[in-house]
Nanobody
């Protein structure tokens, strides 16, 4: 079975930084793309960033220049470095990965990020 576990969320002041991690079992990030999404209270889940198996990255306009997605193939972990955080970045952040074996997209349980003074 595929399991994705996010960590690294927390409470941070505006302008601060956090690094989220997404550790995977049952799927290999280096051979499958993965992404970060977020969901704020009362809003739909939205795209944040993706990284392809080839390492190409893509970002939502709202986070471009502030967030960086990266991958450690040896640890089978994907990261989201978040800098210059704003209150509008407050949300539960989720990572996902597609499993060709199960022909299904899997999601982690999410990690809460709160940006507030």
């Amino acid at each position: 079975q595929v399991q994705l576990v996010e960590s690294g969320g927390g409470l941070v002041q505006p302008g601060g930084s956090l690094r989220l991690s997404c550790a995977a079992s049952g799927v290999v990030f280096s051979t499958n793309g993965t992404g970060w999404y977020r969901q704020a209270p009362g809003k739909e889940r939205e795209f944040v960033a993706t990284i392809t198996r080839g390492g190409t990255t893509n970002y939502a306009d709202s986070v471009k220049g502030r967030f960086t997605i990266s991958r450690d193939n040896a640890k089978n972990t994907v990261y989201l470095q978040m800098n210059s955080l704003k209150p509008g970045d407050t949300a539960v952040y989720y990572c996902n990965a597609y499993s060709p074996y199960y022909s299904k997209l899997f999601w982690g349980q999410g990690t809460q990020v709160t940006v507030s003074s």
